[in-house]
């Protein structure tokens, strides 16, 4: 179980991260609805595990990722968006994120993506 | 490559896009340019494209036809609020998967993030805008309107 926090600036889909998450047995600890949220609440919250959208209004999930990283060199991000074209991937993984999971998804997949991810 | 080349880049991959992200049968319609004049919207989600291409995307629908995605995309049915911020999603999933098919074709570009608009509109700020409706199953109509500036 991982105590993680969802960033998207969708409520809708952090309602269905949160419900897919919760009965894979993790613990949602917070949320966030843009990057500069994201970062204050990685700050007070320290999650095992952030689960980050790119495309979000004030700061996006890649400049987010990155200053989180600078937080903690050792955090577990794992990216979920729509924005699935190779360039993107390797700039959220070259920013620090473990995994990425392209938009629309299946529970499962998000499930296997943050088992992977936390070990 | 060259703006027509982008252009039928664009449409294909929107296409494209409907079909991976819509969990119903889709059917494209007859492509057609309109004018500001044409271009009188309902329920729509609007999408900032940047990058190799400059424009938006407008996807003008129906909140039953959304409600329909959702239902049928996760399971449950939305209403009010958490129906907009679907219907939010539902253009970024739209968007971003057509940026990944552009991509395929050697177009690079960014969306920004998606603005709901409920109740009618007219948009303008643009000479002329591809349209090609997608009907989808039996629940309704998305009209999508691409818009380039250059």
């Known amino acids: ?119 | 490559m060259t703006d027509g080349a982008k252009i039928t880049a664009v449409l294909n991959s929107v296409l494209e896009s409907a079909a991976t992200v819509i969990p119903m049968p889709i059917t494209p319609g007859q492509l057609a340019l309109v004018t500001a004049h044409d271009t009188h919207v309902g329920y729509s989600i609007l999408i900032g494209v940047t990058g190799e291409l400059h424009g938006r995307l407008v996807l003008d629908t129906t909140q039953e036809l959304v409600s329909s995605v959702a239902e049928t995309m996760f399971g449950m049915q939305v209403s009010g609020e958490m129906l907009d911020s679907f219907a939010g999603e539902f253009g970024n999933m739209l968007g971003g998967n057509m940026a990944t098919k552009l991509s395929e074709r050697g177009v690079q570009i960014d969306i920004t993030p998606p603005t709901v608009i409920s109740g009618n509109a007219r948009i303008s700020g643009f000479k002329k805008a591809f349209r090609i409706p997608i009907t989808v199953s039996d629940k309704g109509q998305v009209q999508c309107y691409l818009i380039f500036e250059d």
């Open chain 1, 1 to 119: 179980m991982a105590k993680i926090l969802v960033v998207d600036d969708a409520a809708f889909m952090r309602m269905m991260l949160k419900d897919m998450l919760v009965k894979g047995g993790h613990e949602i600890i917070g949320e966030a609805e843009n990057g500069a949220v994201a970062l204050a609440k990685f700050k007070e919250l320290r999650p095992d595990l952030v689960t980050m959208d790119i495309t979000m209004p004030e700061m996006d999930g890649i400049e987010a990722v990155k200053e989180i990283r600078k937080v903690d060199p050792a955090a577990k991000v794992v990216m979920c968006s729509a924005m699935g074209q190779q360039s993107m991937v390797v700039q959220a993984i070259q920013a620090g994120a473990r995994d990425f999971i392209v938009k629309p998804f299946q529970g499962d997949r998000v499930l296997e993506s943050i088992s992977k991810v936390i070990g």
